[in-house]
């Protein structure tokens, strides 16, 4: 049988084809639809109490990446509205599209899934008391860090560099502190650089993932105490058309040495913003932060990319 060579033909109308090598049929694949996407500035952002600024991570809760384009996420529990929606899962695993704790014992959904428990296991989960208390505001409950073996007084618990919330919703293990590092797609961006960009760790990166990427740039400035403060602007935060508006959550990983007697070890924080962004929003916002450590600093949504 002759090969199918890789093609691309560009058609009059901007259409690409793309004829895939080794195929006994060629398959006729469209690039996906484009999506809306809106743009972040943090405005002085300084931390403090000698904290040190280490890693940004920023998502969109009410979206969930599938290769290379972004699905909805309409209860923002970590798991596609696609996903919950089918038949099989539903019924496997009592959950449902609307509600991010379907069987009410204040275990997400995504956890049950992440511990292999299907419906007639969930009971093995006791009723959690403290319902949604998140103590280093990682994205874990307390109970959830509990039943994972995670420290709920330390956002990254495996110290890996990725707090532990986002560990979990991307299939990593917050325990397991190689697997930051790891490259599952062998394209050459460790999973820590895949979840910072909001892109696939389990699809190779190409064109189309590349294009709806996380992109930041981070400027640095001293304040009038010669302590180090940040300017950044983040892009392309993807937009889903949900009714209950887009919940844009930001990380700030932050570090202090701490020593004592002899040893030294290092703390670490995350500070948490989270804004709600409507899926009809057509106009420049500027959001104060009323947070103790971050009362300078201010969230600006600053465009608003029409697909």
Do not use: W
Request: glycine share 4%.
């Amino acid at each position: 049988m002759i090969k199918l060579l890789k093609i691309i033909l560009v058609l009059v109308t901007g259409t690409t084809f793309f004829f895939f090598q080794n195929c006994s049929y060629p398959e006729l694949v469209l690039p996906p639809e484009p999506q809306k996407t809106i743009s972040l500035k943090l405005n002085n952002y300084c931390p403090q109490g000698a904290f040190v600024f280490q890693e940004i991570f920023v998502y969109n809760s009410s979206a969930q990446i599938n290769k290379d384009h972004f699905i909805p996420d309409f209860d923002r529990d970590g798991l596609s509205d696609e996903f919950e929606l089918n038949v099989d899962t539903r019924e496997n695993y009592r959950i449902h599209v609307g509600s991010p704790d379907a069987n009410g014992d204040n275990y997400s959904d995504l956890i049950n899934i992440s511990l292999g428990l299907d419906r007639d296991n969930q009971f093995r989960l006791s009723f959690c008391e403290s319902g949604l208390n998140d103590t280093d505001l990682d994205g874990l409950t307390d109970c959830e860090e509990n039943v994972l073996s995670t420290n709920y007084l330390d956002p990254d618990s495996d110290q890996d560099g990725i707090p532990d919330g986002l560990e979990v919703r991307n299939g990593l293990n917050p325990t397991d502190p190689t697997d930051s590092r790891l490259d599952i797609d062998q394209d050459n961006l460790s999973n820590l650089d895949e979840i910072k960009k909001n892109t696939p760790l389990k699809n190779t990166n190409d064109l189309y993932i590349d294009k709806i990427s996380l992109k930041y740039n981070v400027e640095t400035y001293l304040d009038e105490n010669s302590l180090p403060c940040y300017t950044i602007n983040i892009d392309n935060v993807p937009i889903m058309p949900v009714t209950n508006g887009n919940a844009i959550r930001i990380y700030l990983m932050e570090s202090r040495l701490e020593v004592g007697g002899t040893e030294s070890q290092e703390i670490r924080e995350l500070q948490q913003i989270n804004v709600i962004v409507d899926r009809l929003v057509i106009h420049e916002a500027i959001i104060p932060i009323k947070k103790n450590n971050l009362t300078r600093t201010q969230l600006e949504i600053i465009n608003l990319d029409e697909p």
